[in-house]
């Protein structure tokens, strides 16, 4: 899925580029080709990164931590950035 849509991202930049510009946009489509560009941009080389937001003591050291403070620190920073794999490769124009 996720070659199919890197081979595609070229094409979805020029589809935003041209709604962006008002180019011979079709208007009754515009909202669907923007949110499968959106999708396709997403699949191939995932959305932009997230800010972390923690409710941390910056006072306390995390060797004064408890376990329990530690795990939980662990849990929501794997939740927050859990890695992604990207793999493929994109043609880029001899421009």
Same mark, same amino acid.
């Given at each position: 899925? %996720?070659?199919?849509?890197?081979?595609?991202?070229?094409? !979805?930049?020029?589809?935003?580029?041209?709604?962006?510009?008002?180019?011979?946009?079709?208007?009754?489509?515009?909202?669907? %080709? +923007?949110? !499968?560009?959106?999708?396709?941009?997403?699949? @191939?080389? @995932?959305?932009? @990164?997230?800010?972390?937001?923690?409710?941390?003591d910056l006072n306390k050291k995390l060797a004064d931590m408890s376990d329990e403070d530690?795990?939980?620190? !662990?849990?929501?920073?794997?939740? %927050?950035?859990?890695?992604?794999? +990207?793999?493929?490769?994109?043609?880029?124009d001899k421009d």
């Amino acid at each position: 899925m %996720q070659n199919l849509a890197l081979e595609r991202i070229k094409e !979805a930049i020029e589809t935003l580029t041209t709604i962006m510009r008002g180019q011979s946009v079709d208007k009754s489509i515009v909202s669907s %080709q +923007i949110a !499968a560009c959106s999708l396709l941009l997403d699949r @191939g080389v @995932g959305r932009v @990164g997230q800010t972390l937001a923690l409710q941390v003591d910056l006072n306390k050291k995390l060797a004064d931590m408890s376990d329990e403070d530690l795990k939980r620190l !662990a849990e929501v920073y794997r939740h %927050q950035y859990e890695p992604k794999l +990207i793999e493929g490769t994109i043609e880029r124009d001899k421009d």
